[in-house]
């Protein structure tokens, strides 16, 4: 297995990366009352250690009152918080990795197992997380207001404490992504309407804020899906039209790249074509885009959270489709929460080292 092409050096804007490899946002609600401490910082310096090229932080929430079901998912505001923030970007970068954290608001959410509530009702376009499902308020147009206001301050704290890039998470049925949906969103206002474009006002509002605070030099991460938790099949975009109606404004926006969730990367998006969604996405807006999505294992990741284990797989086809200019970096997940090492294993071509992923993983910050 000829690796070399996941090897070469990235740069686009403030990011310079040594290789494609992304660690994947992946969330671990280890940062009590939303701070994370002296664990996440070498729960993450450990993977930049085992020569990840750009880290994507877990998911971490924007200053909103509702913007998180979880007491222990990090903050990306408040000063005990970035104070913890700062620490993992100072680690990472010490050991050689690029970082960006993933902002993220939640939106209308199932309660939390915990118990836990936040301060206020949980917020969303339309106060539904499912068509049925009614868990919160509908925001007003000063909640929304707020809301992008937010995102931008948390993006103009990253850059300011020096990660390389930052990331809207856009995607798998949180706030920005409830927006998009036709089955959450239910305005009648500048923020709904029957077309994918009509509901995709408030992510372009978003990114133009994250700009707006960043400037034109920092690079600006999406992370879109189409699939929904409540529907695995889903297709927002359900043809290449429909999706170059979508992609379009949000590039123009100021997304620099597009990262693009599946359960697995292999699986093409259209009829009449294998690309894949990060191919779609890069064909139609000539924008960089990340792959993801079961790579490296043989079991997609939705299963791993009922117990389901994976076993390492050929990267064969995710190599072929890299050559072929379909994306441009490649997010891994599970396999980088079971093993820190599994990059240096890939390019030292230590298969036989590779190790499967079990759901025990999930239940501890791996160091090893």
């Not at 970007?89 to 209308?108: D, K, S, Y």
């Not at 960043?214 to 099949?233: E, M």
């Not at 790249?257 to 699986?267: A, G, K, L, V």
């Not at 994306?327 to 980088?336: I, S, T, W």
């Amino acid at each position: 297995m000829n690796t070399d092409s996941l090897f070469r050096p990235f740069s686009l804007k403030s990011l310079n990366i040594k290789n494609r490899i992304v660690m994947a946002p992946m969330t671990r609600s280890f940062s009590p009352n939303g701070i994370p401490g002296a664990d996440v910082a070498a729960y993450y310096s450990k993977r930049a250690a085992g020569e990840v090229g750009l880290i994507l932080s877990e998911g971490t929430v924007i200053d909103r009152p509702a913007s998180s079901n979880d007491a222990n998912v990090p903050h990306f505001h408040g000063t005990e918080a970035l104070a913890g923030w700062q620490q993992v970007i100072n680690e990472v970068h010490a050991n050689g990795a690029a970082m960006g954290p993933q902002i993220w608001h939640m939106g209308i959410m199932d309660n939390h197992h915990s118990g836990w509530l936040p301060s206020t009702p949980f917020e969303g376009p339309s106060g539904l997380n499912r068509p049925g499902f009614n868990n919160g308020n509908t925001m007003t147009e000063a909640d929304i207001e707020a809301a992008i206001m937010a995102y931008g301050a948390a993006a103009a704290a990253a850059k300011r404490m020096g990660f390389d890039t930052v990331e809207i998470h856009g995607a798998h049925g949180y706030l920005i992504d409830q927006f998009f949906w036709e089955g959450t969103n239910l305005r009648t206002d500048i923020y709904g309407g029957k077309t994918l474009p009509e509901r995709s006002r408030f992510a372009m509002e978003v990114v133009k804020e994250v700009r707006r605070q960043v400037g034109p030099d920092f690079a600006i991460i999406l992370r879109l899906s189409q699939w929904k938790p409540a529907d695995y099949d889903f297709q927002l975009a359900k043809t290449p039209q429909e999706m170059e109606a979508w992609l379009n404004p949000l590039a123009d926006a100021g997304v620099d790249i597009f990262h693009c969730s599946q359960r697995r990367f292999w699986e093409p998006e259209f009829e009449g074509s294998d690309l894949n969604f990060a191919g779609w996405a890069k064909k139609i807006t000539g924008k960089a885009t990340i792959t993801v999505g079961s790579v490296g294992l043989t079991g997609e990741f939705l299963k791993a959270f009922a117990g389901e284990s994976s076993e390492p797989s050929s990267l064969d086809e995710l190599i072929r489709r890299m050559d072929r200019g379909d994306f441009d970096l490649v997010a891994v997940g599970r396999p980088l929460l079971s093993d820190p090492n599994w990059v240096t294993k890939i390019k030292e071509n230590r298969v036989e080292e590779l190790i499967g992923f079990s759901k025990d993983a999930l239940g501890k910050l791996v160091m090893d």
